[in-house]
């Protein structure tokens, strides 16, 4: 007896019927929430030619449980043996297109199929599907495939396999168990921070066992003072030399312009001096050839002295009138109108005044005088606050800048009279005026630092060794300050600090992989050393790094004896 024939009343009644279109693109979730919106009780999957997310057995049956679950019969509707193969182990209801019958095909009866015959979804856009109803499907008007739809009854399906008449049989609905759809979103995130642990675990180990560890090597060394007094020259245009004793210095200035006025109290006779002649006679023979020079003097009968001018020999032709000119010692007309013989003629020869002289005037006028200008000079000094010029002066003094405060001075040269020394006061107004120059000798503190690591260097050679921690710049003194020639001697006095000399590269290199222990026996055994710690850290490390960059070397230095 055949299958049973669906009934009249069934073949009447109105069949609710939809197509799905898969595209390659849609998920699991996808696919089950469009069976979920469809309104029809009979669905028609129709899948992409690359099928996707069915080609999965798992998902096959989760979309037949989802429609199992909401009522309605699923149909799949490809050509593809594997997707075939795949329905039938899920039970799932195959037809080869719109027209025909769907079945339930026995997985020995699956024959090889044209994958042509399959509706290709992917090819369509999602957007176009919804236009299937004014195109065509498999060379099918609409109205043809909804006709076939319409064929697939709720509850009638085709059973048997290959070669067998297709016979209507009613599709036996399972029974409406709950399927419990894994959450893959949580799994994935459950995944995602799996590995974001372990990364982050990889990443703690790393920075723990190569990045953090870090060892500080402290050494402390004892030191021994050592004096240094030196005499040395300082001076701006020397070199900083420890073997010529010499320190380059720089001198610091501070100008001040004075200007101080004076009244002149000398007094001088500026009058014009008589002038006239003398004969110079002689009645021995003996005295021809004697020479009377200018510059003799001759004087009056009345006091009045009278200076030859020019000199004369009294000769065989001139030994009764030798004349020559004179002139008065003085200036002022008491001088004019002298006559009669002047005494001051060499021994033997007599002078006497033949030409009267005359033109000697009287006149007195105002002069500067050397004490006026001294004078103003020490007011103008006295004017100046020097106190604190100096104070400003020695205040430049700093850690970087050492002051030598004997060597405060102040120089006046520059100021000078207007008006010279016995020279007439006239119509100007006597005034000294000029610059002052105040200035105080400094040393840059690194010249002195310069010159004491040459002298502490000199003083190690040939100790072994030894290396120098403090070349005592920074308590440098100099006093007893002498000026020479410009430049200036002084006593430069401080203690450095010498003590065993350990390089820092060799305490790395021996340190790497070394335990507290053996850092401290190996350093505490050098002579002149005090100490030796290790600090590591993190508080986990217990070894020095290998890595030299890892570790920190630092010297500090006892209170030197």
Do not use: C
Not at 26 to 33: E, L, W
Not at 368 to 391: E, F, L, P, Y
């Amino acid at each position: 007896m055949t299958a049973k024939q669906p009934t009249q009343k069934s073949a009447s009644r109105p069949v609710q019927k939809d197509a799905i279109y898969i595209d390659v693109e849609d998920d699991i979730t996808a696919i089950i929430g469009k069976i979920k919106d469809a309104k029809s009780s009979v669905i028609a999957l129709v899948p992409p030619k690359r099928i996707g997310t069915l080609q999965s057995a798992v998902n096959l049956r989760l979309v037949h449980r989802a429609a199992t679950l909401q009522d309605k019969n699923l149909v799949l509707i490809t050509t593809n043996k594997a997707l075939v193969a795949l329905a039938a182990a899920a039970s799932i209801p195959v037809a080869k297109n719109m027209q025909s019958k769907p079945e339930i095909i026995a997985t020995a009866a699956i024959e090889e199929g044209d994958e042509d015959d399959v509706i290709d979804g992917s090819q369509l856009p999602i957007g176009d599907h919804a236009r299937i109803s004014a195109s065509s499907t498999l060379g099918q008007p609409k109205e043809t495939v909804d006709e076939a739809i319409a064929g697939i009854s709720a509850g009638d399906v085709v059973a048997g396999g290959t070669g067998q008449a297709p016979v209507l049989a009613p599709i036996a609905k399972k029974s409406r168990s709950i399927v419990k759809v894994p959450n893959f979103g949580s799994f994935r995130r459950k995944a995602l921070l799996a590995i974001g642990g372990v990364v982050l675990l990889v990443g703690a180990l790393i920075w723990a066992i190569v990045v953090a560890p870090h060892a500080r090597i402290i050494i402390t060394a004892r030191t021994n003072l050592v004096a240094a007094n030196d005499r040395v020259t300082i001076g701006a245009a020397l070199s900083t030399d420890f073997a010529a004793k010499t320190i380059k210095a720089s001198p610091k200035e501070i100008k001040k312009d004075i200007s101080v006025p004076f009244t002149a109290t000398g007094k001088k006779d500026v009058g014009d001096k008589a002038v006239g002649s003398v004969s110079f006679a002689t009645r021995d023979i003996e005295n021809l050839g004697t020479t009377i020079p200018a510059g003799t003097t001759l004087t009056s009968s009345t006091g009045l002295s009278y200076v030859t001018t020019s000199g004369v020999t009294i000769t065989i032709a001139n030994y009764r009138s030798a004349k020559a000119t004179i002139s008065a010692a003085r200036s002022g007309s008491q001088y004019n109108g002298a006559t009669g013989a002047v005494a001051g003629a060499p021994s033997g020869i007599t002078a006497t005044i033949v030409d009267t002289p005359q033109g000697g005037t009287d006149k007195t006028v105002t002069v500067v005088t050397a004490g006026d200008i001294q004078m103003a000079r020490d007011k103008a000094t006295q004017a100046v606050d020097t106190a604190s010029i100096k104070k400003e002066l020695t205040s430049i003094s700093s850690k970087d800048i050492i002051i030598l405060e004997q060597s405060f001075k102040a120089n006046f040269d520059a100021v000078k009279s207007n008006i010279n020394p016995d020279q007439e006061v006239g119509d100007n107004k006597p005034a000294v005026a000029g610059t002052a120059v105040y200035s105080v000798v400094s040393i840059a503190r690194s010249e002195a630092s310069k010159y004491l690591d040459l002298r502490f260097a000199d003083e190690i050679k040939g100790k072994g060794k030894q290396k120098v921690y403090d070349n005592g710049a920074g308590g440098v003194t100099f006093i007893n300050i002498t000026e020479v020639d410009g430049n200036y001697a002084v006593n430069l006095s401080t203690n450095g600090k010498i003590g065993p000399n350990i390089s820092e590269n060799e305490v790395k290199d021996f340190a790497k992989d070394k335990r507290y222990g053996e850092v401290q026996s190996k350093y505490e055994m050098v002579a002149g050393v005090e100490s030796v710690d290790v600090k590591f850290s993190p508080f986990w490390v217990t070894r020095v790094p290998n890595n030299v960059s890892k570790m920190t070397i630092e010297f500090k230095v006892s209170d030197a004896k």
